[in-house]
């Protein structure tokens, strides 16, 4: 489990740019953002690999984003990779993340072990939905690389040993509900399962 603060991002996969563009330019924004869209996932959030995640009242789907983060070693460098799946209930903004869609509780799924070493740009994944592939992602597509992504956040803060920074997810996210089971897996990572239920 992550022993810093988990930041996910936003709009750094092509296909998800392209899906928003138009909308980028209206107001109040009026013009696409030049630095990353970043959001915090609280630690009431995380959620071990194998463990049960439970569907609030009253919301029928939740919206899986499967993603690879990056794990933050000593001294700005990359410790290691690990899937994650960056759960949210289903909404229309992607310029100011809302807080009590994406930070529900046990809404971040996090794989059992990193990956050391490999290229980010060659990762691809995959999201099984009780065994049925419903989404799939390459990292050669993203808008800002892992190398690029790191060095846009670092010019304004600093990440520490422990914190976590998605490299995004892409367009098409899936939706799950209650009683699913879901996979994410990809070449060279340990799979990372979890399953949806009622909440108590």
């Given amino acids: 489990m992550p022993t810093g603060t988990v930041y996910g991002v936003l709009l750094n996969f092509r296909e998800e740019a392209e899906a928003w563009a138009s909308r980028m ?22 959620s071990p690999h194998g463990s049960a995640i439970a569907v609030p009242e009253g919301a029928s789907e939740v919206e899986v984003g499967a993603t690879i983060a990056m794990v933050m070693g000593e001294g700005g460098q990359v ?22 869609f994406k930070c529900v509780d046990g809404f971040l799924g996090i794989g059992a072990a990193m990956r050391f070493g490999g290229d980010p740009a060659e990762f691809t994944l995959e999201v099984r939905i009780n065994g049925e592939l419903r ?41 799950a509900k209650a009683g699913d089971r879901i996979e994410v897996s990809a070449p060279g990572f340990e799979t990372l399962t979890n399953t949806l239920v009622e909440a108590a």
């Fill in 79 to 100: 410790a290691g990779h690990v899937l994650m799946n960056d759960l949210s209930l289903p909404h229309a903004s992607f310029f100011r993340p809302p807080v009590k």
């Fill in 135 to 175: 989404h799939a992602a390459d990292f050669s597509r993203l808008v800002r690389d892992a190398a690029r992504l790191l060095a846009d956040v670092s010019e304004f803060m600093t990440l520490a040993p422990g914190d976590v920074l998605m490299l995004g997810c892409n367009a098409g996210r899936p939706l």
């Fill in 25 to 46: 330019n209206e107001p109040p924004y009026k013009a696409p953002p030049k630095a990353p869209v970043l959001y915090v996932k609280t630690a009431n959030t995380w």
